[in-house]
C-alpha cells in the first residue's frame, strides 16, 4: 500500500484559502481581481486577465517562458504571487507592441528569424527588454549569457542573438 | 500546492511575531525557491509572511570598514553593485554563476542561503527521502546519485547545497545576521548551514521563527586574486556539479591568506581551513595547490555515479588556484573586463 | 522572374507578428466562458494495483466538481481498434482511467475538476489513492538477452532489409575491424508549450477541443471513435503549436481527460500538463547498439554489421528505423543488420526529431570514425571512397542524391583541409584542446495524402485552407508563398488557414512531409483556381487570352498573361468582376506519383562538420563551431528552412553533450522530471553554425521537388560533435551524453 497524497488519513483536509481583492497594475491599466493569495502572477495573467502573451513552459523559474517586466525588471511570473506584486508596475508582452506597431525587439525577431514555434518568444522579448534596461550585456558573449534564462526547444538562439544585438547595438549608437 | 493564507510585513519585528504566531508558517523573500517546491507539495506552509516592504534591501559599509547586504537586495542588484564588484569580486562572479537574470532579479541574498537542495528525489514525493519526511530513507543512497555529495554526508542523507552565492559567502567569511523571538544575533557563515547527521531535515541552525536581516562582510575581499570556477552540464543556467570559490593573497610570490570553498560536494558550502593551512606561507604553485587539493578531497566518499566528483574536484581547486594566482579569471566568465 | 515570385526566397514568417505580441493563440489559451479547470493525478508506482482511491474526501471541498478515474468512468468504446490513432504502433492502446492496472510510472490515475485552476492542483495534491505495488521491470539492461523481433510496426516502419553478400566471412577476412557497442538513455521532447486541451462545450453533446497536437484530424478520429461523437460533434482545433519534435503525433491523454470531463459535465474543461507530467508519455527510446565494421587494403568497407535493441512499453510495440539507413548511406556488399525491441514497464515511446535516424546516424558514424582511423584514413576521406551510388537495400537508384556536394561544400566552409589528422595534436591559445570532426546521415523524403480548399474572391483575395499543423516549422509561411506564386498573387493578398477539423484533411506534422504533401495540395488547389480564372478571362470582351490553354499562359503580378507575349495580359481581379461571380472556390489533393516513383529510392542527405574545445584538465566541452551542409531538394523559404537547421543543429548538440531522461530502477520511474536537471542547451552553449543547402533538383519526389528539411538537419550533428571529442582528447565515448566526467 503506497499513496502520495499529501494528507494523511484521519486528517481533515483544509478549506481552500479565501479570496480578496488584489489589485494589478498591467501594462499602465489598474486590474483588479478577486483571488486568493495562491494563484501566482502568471496564473493571474493567464486564466484571470486573458493576458495569455505571457507563456506557461514548466511553472517552476526553469525557462522563463513568463517572463515579464516588473518596474522594468525582468522576472519570472511563474515565481511570484500576484499578492506580493500589488504597487508593482507590470509589463507583459501586450503591453510593448502590437501586430500594427511592434516594438523594435519584436520588428527584429521577425526579421532575424529569432523563433519558430514562438511559446518561448514573448519571454525572450520581454526578457531582451529587461537586459537593454539592465545595462550590462553589449558583446555577443555578453548576450548570449544574459540571454541563458530563456529556453528556446526549437533552438533559435543564434537568430535570438542577431535580433537581440541589432535592438542593443541601435541604442547604443 | 497546499491551501495557505498570505500578509505582509512592514517590519522586522512584525514579521518575526506574525511568523510566530501562525504555526506552520513560513517567510517569503523572492519565492523563487519556496513557490517552486510549494508547487511540488514539497514545502506546505499554511500561512506565508510576506516579507517584501521590509527596509532590507540597502547595501551599506559597516563601521569596521566592511559591507552590509540587505537580506532583501536581490541578488542582481548584489553582484551589480559597484562596491561588490569592485571589493569582494568573488561575491559578484558567484551570484552571476548563479540561475538566470530572471531569477537574480527575484531572489533575495537571505533567501540564497535558505535554498535547498536539488536532490531529485527530495524533490519527487513519490520517493523516500529523509529530508522532506524524516525516517522514510535516503532514495538518493544507491539510487542514481550523479549531483550527490562527496564530503560531509551521513547515511541519512547525502544531498548537497545548491548556491553559488553562498560559496563565496563561507569562502569570504560572513556573517549573518538574524531577528528572531528572542531577539537578534549574528551566525558565523561556517556555522550557518549543516551537515545532515541524523536530522538532515534541518539545513540550517536558525531557531525557530528566526529571520535573516542581512549579510556582514568583512573587511578583507581579496579583490586582488580570486576566482569562482563553476563546472556543470550547460554553459549557463544550471546547478553547479562542482564549483570552487578560492582567495588569495599574495606577497611576491607567497601566499600570504588563502581561501578555499566548494560547492557540489557536501550539504553545505565546504570550506576547508586545514588546505588553506597548507596554502598559507608557501610559493604560489602547481605543487602548492596540488597539496591543497589533495587535503581537501582526504575524507571523500563517492557513491555510484559520483566518484568521479574527487578526481574532478581536486583538479577544480588547482585550476582555481592557479587562476586566482594569476589573477586571470575563470575563463568562462564574460564580464570581467567590460564594465562599461 | 516577377514581383510574386516567392517559392526559394528569405519571406519573413506570416505568422510573426502574431507571435512575437503575445497574440497567438496556443491550445491552453482559449479562454472560454464557464471552464472548469482539470488536473491530472500521476501514479506514484510503476506497476502495480489500484485499491482504494478516496474520492469523497477532495469532492466535499467546496468548489471541487468530480473525480474522474476508473470507478466511475463511463463506459466508452471497447475494442482496441477505437483507440488507435493513425500513427498507433501494434498492440494495445494506452487507456486513461480504463482500470485499476497501472502500468508505468506517472501513469494518469484520476483527474480532479475544479472551479479554479489552482483548487484543481489543491484537491488533486490532497486525493489520497492506496495501490498495491508489484515488480517491475524498468532497464534495458536485464533484457538485453529478451529482444524479439516486432511484428507490425507503426506506418512508415520497415523492417531491416535481409542481410547481403556474406557479413560474417567478410569481416573476418576485413584488413581493418572496429567493432563497439553505443549507447544513448531515454530523451524526452520537451516542448517549450506543455500539453493542454481547452474543450469547449457548444451544447447538445458538440464540442471543439482546442488541442495541442500534430494532427487534429488524427484526433478528431480518436476522439470520435472512442466516444461515439459525429465529426460535426467533435471539432478539433490547432492554431500554434508549442513545439511538437513529434510528441503531439499521437493523441496525448489530457486530450482524452479533457473530453470525457466535458461531455460528462456538459461544460467547457482544460486539462493542461505540468512539466514533471511531460515525462509521462512518449520519449526518445534507450538504445542499445552494436556495430561491426571491417574495411578490404584500398578503405573500401569490406563488411558492416549494425545491430540495435530500444524498449518498448508491454502494451504496444514501437517502432522506428535504427539501422535500415546503414545499409544504405554507404557502398558495401556484406551486410548484416538486426532490429529487435525489449518490453519494459514504461509507457510507449514515440517518434522523436528523425526517430531512429538520429540515433542510428550516431552509432554508424561513430563507428565510421573508429573505422577510419583503424584504417589510417581521413574521415571525410574514408566517407567519400564508401559513396553510394545507389540504395543497396532496395537496389535502386537515387531520385537524386547530392551528398557528395554536402561533403565537398561542407568541408570547403569549414576548413577541413586545415586538420591534422593525429588526435589530441590541435590547441587554440588558451590551451585549450581543438577538436575537428565530421559525420553525415540520410532521411526519407515522404509525401502523404493531403487536401486543401482555395477562395478567391472578388476583392483579389485568396483564402487557402488545409487541416495542417504549424508547430514552427514555417507551415503558413511557405504555404501562403506557394499559393501567391501559382496564382501570382501579392503575398499579402493570400491568407493560408490550418489546424482545424473544418479545413480539408491533412496528415499529421511529422515525417518532414508537411511541405510536400500539403505544399502540393495548396499548388494543385491554386492551379485550379487559376483554370477556372482563365476560362472566365478567355470570355472576357476581346480577351488577349483567348484561345490559351493554361499551358499558354502563366499567372504573375496579379495578372494572367501569355507566355509568349507577356504584354497580352489580363488583370485578375478584373477577370472575376468580369466573370459576375463573387468568388472561385475549390478543392483539390494531392497524391504522391507512386508510378513515377516506384523505381527510385528518395531521400535527402547532409554533411555536418564540428569543432569542440575541450579543457584538458576539467573535461568541460563546448561546441564552438558547426556547419551542416544539406541536401534536400528545393528549399521553399530559405529564411525559415535555415531556422530548422540551426534548430537541427542545437538539438544534436543537445544530444550530443547534455539530453538524457535519467530512469531510478528502483522505482521505474524517471528522476529528473523538470527542465532544471533535464537539460537542453541554452543561449550561451551556443556558437557559430553555418548552414548550407546544396543544389539539388528532383522532379520525381512531388511536383514542388521538396524533400523536407524538419529532420535532416539533426542527423551526424551527435556523432560529429562526438567525433570531434576524440580528435580533440584521444578519447572515445560511446555513451552519450559527453558529461564532463566522462573525459576525466
Known sequence: ?????????????????????????????????????????????????????????????????????????????????????????????????????????????????AFQCGYCTPGQICSAQGLINEGKAHTEAEIRELMSGNICRCGAYTNILAAVKEVVDAKTA | ???????????????????????????????????????????????????????????????????????LATNADTAWNEEVKSRYPLLSQAILAGASPQ???????????????????????????????????????????????????????????????????????????????????????????????????????????????????????????????????????????????????????????????????????????????????????????????????EGAHGYEHNTFKIELAKRAIVRALKQAAEGTQQASDVFLNSNP | MSNTTYIGKPTSRVDGPAKVTGAAKYSAEFNVPNMAYGWVVSSPIAKGTITKIYADEVLALPGVVQVFSHENVPSLAWFDRNYKDDVAPGGSPFRPLHDNKVKFSQQPVALVIAETLELARYASSVLRIEYEEEKHETSIEDKRDDGFEPGRGKTGWMPPPPPRGNPDKAWENATHRVEAEYVHGAQHHNPMEMFGTTVEWRGEGKITAYDKTQGVVNVQQYLT????????????????????????????????????????????????????????????????????????????????????????????????????????????????????????????????????????????????????YAAGLDPLDFRIRN???????????????????????????????????????????????????????????????????????????????????????????????????????????????????????????????????VGTAVKNVCEAVGEKLLKFAKKMDGSPLDGASMDDVEFVNGQIRLRKDPNQAV?????????????????????????????????????????????PDLGTVHVTRVVNAVAAGRILNTKTARSQVLGSVVWGISMAMMEETVMDHKFGRYMNHNYAEYHVPVNADIHDIDVIFVEEEDDIVNPLGVKGIGEVGLLGVAAAITNAVYHATGKRVRELPLYLDKLL
Open chain 1, 1 to 113: 500500500m503506497l499513496h502520495q497524497s499529501t494528507k494523511a488519513p484521519g486528517e481533515a483536509v483544509a478549506a481552500p484559502p479565501p479570496t480578496g481583492t488584489v489589485r494589478l497594475t498591467i501594462n499602465g491599466q489598474q486590474r483588479e481581481l478577486q483571488i486568493a493569495p495562491w494563484t501566482t502572477l502568471l496564473d493571474a495573467l493567464r486564466e484571470y486577465l486573458d493576458l495569455t502573451g505571457t507563456k506557461k513552459g514548466c511553472d517552476h523559474g526553469q525557462c522563463g517562458a513568463c517572463t515579464v517586466l516588473v518596474n522594468g525588471k525582468r522576472i519570472n511570473s511563474c515565481l511570484t504571487l500576484a499578492v506580493m506584486q500589488e504597487d508593482a508596475e507590470i509589463t507583459t508582452i501586450e503591453g510593448l507592441g502590437t501586430q500594427e506597431n511592434l516594438h523594435p525587439l519584436q520588428q527584429a525577431f521577425i526579421d532575424h528569424d
Open chain 2, 1 to 71: 500546492m497546499n491551501s495557505f493564507t498570505y500578509s505582509r510585513a512592514t517590519a522586522v519585528e512584525d514579521a518575526v511575531r506574525e511568523k510566530s504566531t501562525h504555526p506552520d508558517s513560513a517567510y517569503i523573500g523572492g519565492g523563487t525557491n519556496l513557490l517552486d517546491l510549494m508547487k511540488e507539495n514539497v514545502e506546505r506552509p499554511v500561512h506565508l509572511v510576506g516579507l517584501n516592504k521590509l527596509p532590507l534591501t540597502t547595501i551599506e559599509p559597516t563601521p569596521d570598514g566592511g559591507l552590509r547586504l540587505g537580506a
Open chain 2, 103 to 297: 531569477l537574480r532579479n527575484m531572489a533575495t541574498d537571505g533567501g540564497n542561503l535558505m535554498q535547498r537542495t536539488r536532490c531529485y528525489y527530495f524533490y519527487d514525493t513519490a520517493t523516500p527521502c529523509n529530508k522532506r519526511e524524516p525516517g522514510s530513507g535516503c532514495s538518493a543512497i544507491g539510487g542514481y546519485n550523479r549531483i550527490h555529495a562527496i564530503l560531509g554526508a551521513s547515511e541519512q542523507c547525502i544531498a548537497t547545497h545548491p548556491s553559488d552565492m553562498c560559496i563565496a559567502l563561507a569562502a569570504l567569511e560572513a556573517t549573518v545576521r538574524v531577528s528572531g523571538p528572542n531577539g537578534d544575533r549574528t551566525i558565523a557563515f561556517e556555522d550557518f548551514h549543516r551537515l545532515p547527521g541524523n536530522t538532515p531535515e534541518r539545513d540550517n541552525n536558525l531557531e525557530p521563527g528566526e529571520l535573516i536581516t542581512g549579510l556582514d562582510l568583512p573587511a578583507k575581499g581579496f579583490e586582488k586574486n580570486f576566482t569562482y570556477l563553476k563546472l556543470r552540464d550547460r554553459t549557463s543556467y544550471a546547478f553547479a556539479v562542482i564549483s570552487v570559490a578560492a582567495a588569495l593573497e599574495l606577497e611576491g610570490d607567497t601566499i600570504t591568506d588563502a581561501r578555499l570553498a566548494l560547492g557540489g560536494v557536501a550539504h553545505k558550502p565546504w570550506r576547508d581551513k586545514e588546505a588553506e593551512n597548507l596554502l598559507k606561507g608557501q610559493p604560489a604553485t602547481a605543487d602548492t595547490f596540488r597539496r591543497a587539493a589533495a587535503k581537501v578531497v
Open chain 3, 225 to 372: 471513435k472512442i466516444f461515439g461523437l459525429s465529426k460535426d460533434d467533435a471539432r478539433v482545433v490547432n492554431l500554434f503549436m508549442g513545439g511538437g519534435f513529434g510528441s503531439g503525433l499521437r493523441p496525448q491523454y489530457q486530450v482524452f481527460l479533457a473530453t470525457l470531463a466535458a461531455l460528462e459535465l456538459k461544460r467547457s474543461v482544460r486539462v493542461t500538463l505540468t512539466r514533471q507530467q511531460m515525462f509521462s508519455f512518449g520519449h526518445r527510446p534507450h538504445t542499445l547498439q552494436y556495430l561491426k565494421l571491417g574495411t578490404n587494403p584500398d578503405g573500401t568497407l569490406a563488411a558492416l554489421q549494425h545491430h540495435a535493441l530500444h524498449e518498448t512499453s508491454q502494451f504496444e510495440d514501437y517502432t522506428e528505423n535504427v539501422v535500415n539507413w546503414s545499409g544504405m548511406l554507404y557502398q558495401c556488399e556484406n551486410v548484416k543488420l538486426g532490429y529487435q525491441l525489449a518490453k519494459l514497464d514504461v509507457f510507449t515511446p514515440l517518434d522523436m526529431r528523425a526517430p531512429g535516424a538520429a540515433t542510428g546516424s550516431f552509432a554508424l558514424e561513430v563507428a565510421m570514425d573508429e573505422m577510419a
Open chain 3, 387 to 517: 559513396y553510394a551510388e545507389k540504395d543497396q537495400n532496395m537496389d535502386k537508384p537515387f531520385s537524386s542524391k547530392k551528398l557528395r556536394d554536402c561533403y565537398h561544400q561542407g568541408a570547403a566552409k569549414f576548413g577541413w583541409d586545415q586538420r591534422n589528422h593525429e588526435p589530441r595534436s590541435m590547441q587554440d591559445e588558451n590551451g585549450m584542446l581543438v577538436g575537428w570532426g565530421m559525420a553525415g546521415g540520410v532521411w526519407d523524403a515522404s509525401m502523404q495524402k493531403a487536401a486543401a480548399k482555395a477562395t478567391l474572391t472578388a476583392d483579389g483575395k485568396l483564402l487557402v485552407t488545409s487541416a495542417a499543423g504549424e508547430n514552427g516549422t514555417g507551415t503558413y509561411t511557405i504555404m501562403t508563398q506557394i499559393a501567391a506564386q501559382t496564382l501570382g498573387l501579392p503575398i499579402e493578398a493570400v491568407t493560408f488557414k490550418l489546424g482545424d477539423t473544418d479545413f480539408p484533411e491533412a496528415p499529421v506534422q511529422g515525417g518532414s512531409w508537411t511541405a510536400a504533401s
Open chain 3, 571 to 615: 488583370v485578375i481581379r478584373d477577370v472575376l468582376q468580369a466573370s459576375g461571380e463573387s468568388k472561385i472556390e475549390t478543392d483539390s489533393s494531392a497524391m504522391p506519383n507512386y508510378l513515377k516513383q516506384m523505381p527510385y529510392s528518395m531521400h535527402s542527405h547532409n554533411a555536418v562538420f564540428a569543432e569542440v574545445k575541450v579543457d
